[in-house]
């Protein structure tokens, strides 16, 4: 199982402001952001495949299930590399000795503005057509200045979990985890990373709308700071900070926590899942959507292409998000059986007005990525020092 997002290391905090240097999005006149990224080449037709592709992806996704299959397909032998967090993921890629990462939007961004990723030519990826889902295409955190980045895979909320035996009726809001008069004081758990000040940012949007956020990823410094102290806030009632998820399910199976931020995954990974409810409240969350990107220095792009096409298909594409569990990018698997289609329902994989109330995962740059040229943001580096105070 992964862990994204864990604490970030010296040289992440690196990465991230190498970020800030890189990206300066400015109006293109049709409202639409435009990026000062570097100029990549992108693949203009495929030819024989290499032999091999080397790939760092997520636990889950890369199995020989469909791994052999597709060797025998095509000849190239699929070497995986299984990373623990975003930003282990950034820091392989940028060694150039990998073709192939399976990026969450906290990533993405930083590759593309870094140079270390390559738009992708969609006209040599026939299974990336008309059933990926339409919420997973067009994202800032993988389409960039209209090219895209990123071959879409499958996608999830971070929801509002909670023990259906103490908290008996299923919440509206995410008041229960942030208000310090929660009746659940001292029984929340919360997610331990600096991306989770969006979640804080996604509440005050809805409950502090004179605030003015539009993007819970677009944060000046008094948002930032409203952002910080309704987490300070929320440290006075947290129980447990979770980064690994089994740490999470033995917290909630124990009692010690009873509500909190978690991905709906989880509740897959008990026996006792009567316990485990899980909502998206009235407020939204926020969430993770991940794709396929291709190095910018690959040396064997024809079967990293190949592998991007081969898992977009809605069969690998949905054994992916099953054996995951998360919703599939390639909506025609949720046709494909009845067992599909339940794991569709449960994920909802084709309910775009769901995940609309869901924020993927967008990494904060000093240039707003929300538009507003009058203000600079908080970046990276600066949801970094803020979290560090947060928890005291």
Excluded at 286 to 305: H, Q, R, V
Aim: contains cysteine.
């Amino acid at each position: 199982m992964r862990q994204k997002l864990m604490a970030l290391s010296a040289v992440s905090a690196v990465s991230a402001l190498m970020l800030v240097g890189c990206a300066a999005p400015a109006d293109s006149g049709s409202g639409e952001l435009v990026f000062d990224v570097p100029e990549v080449p992108m693949l203009e037709s495929l030819g024989e495949g290499e032999g091999q592709v080397d790939i760092i992806a997520w636990s889950g996704f890369v199995e020989p299930a469909w791994a052999d299959t597709f060797t025998e397909e095509t000849g190239c032998v699929v070497n995986r590399k299984v990373a623990g967090t975003s930003d282990e993921m950034v820091q392989l890629m940028r060694t150039g000795d990998y073709d192939l990462v399976s990026a969450s939007g906290d990533a993405s961004l930083r590759l593309i503005v870094g140079g270390d990723v390559a738009p992708i030519n969609r006209d040599l990826l026939p299974n990336f057509g008309d059933d990926i889902v339409p919420g997973m295409q067009g994202q800032l955190y993988d389409t960039i200045n209209g090219k895209v980045y990123g071959v879409p895979i499958g996608r999830g909320a971070n929801i509002l979990q909670y023990n259906t035996e103490v908290v008996t009726e299923t919440p509206e809001s995410w008041d229960i985890v942030w208000e310090a008069d929660s009746p659940y004081a001292g029984q929340i758990t919360a997610y331990d990373a600096p991306i989770y000040i969006a979640d804080a940012a996604v509440y005050l949007m809805y409950h502090q709308p004179e605030l003015g956020i539009q993007n819970p990823y677009a944060l000046d410094e008094t948002q930032l700071a409203a952002a910080v102290d309704l987490l300070k806030q929320q440290n006075t009632i947290v129980a447990e900070y979770w980064a690994d998820p089994v740490a999470q399910i033995t917290s909630f199976l124990g009692g010690t926590t009873v509500a909190g931020t978690s991905w709906e995954v989880l509740r897959k990974f008990t026996e006792d899942t009567e316990k485990f409810g899980g909502t998206l409240p009235v407020e939204g969350s926020t969430g993770w959507s991940d794709a396929w990107m291709i190095s910018s220095k690959s040396d064997a792009p024809n079967c990293a292409y190949l592998w991007m096409d081969y898992t977009s298909s809605a069969e690998v594409n949905g054994a992916i998000a099953t054996n995951f569990g998360m919703a599939p990018a390639n909506g025609a698997f949720c046709e494909l059986s009845d067992e599909a289609a339940a794991h569709c329902e449960q994920f909802n994989a084709l309910n775009e007005e769901y995940f609309e109330n869901v924020w993927y995962w967008t990494t904060p740059i000093e240039q707003c990525i929300d538009g507003r040229t009058e203000v600079t943001c908080t970046s990276f580096q600066d949801w970094t020092n803020a979290w560090a105070t947060i928890k005291g």
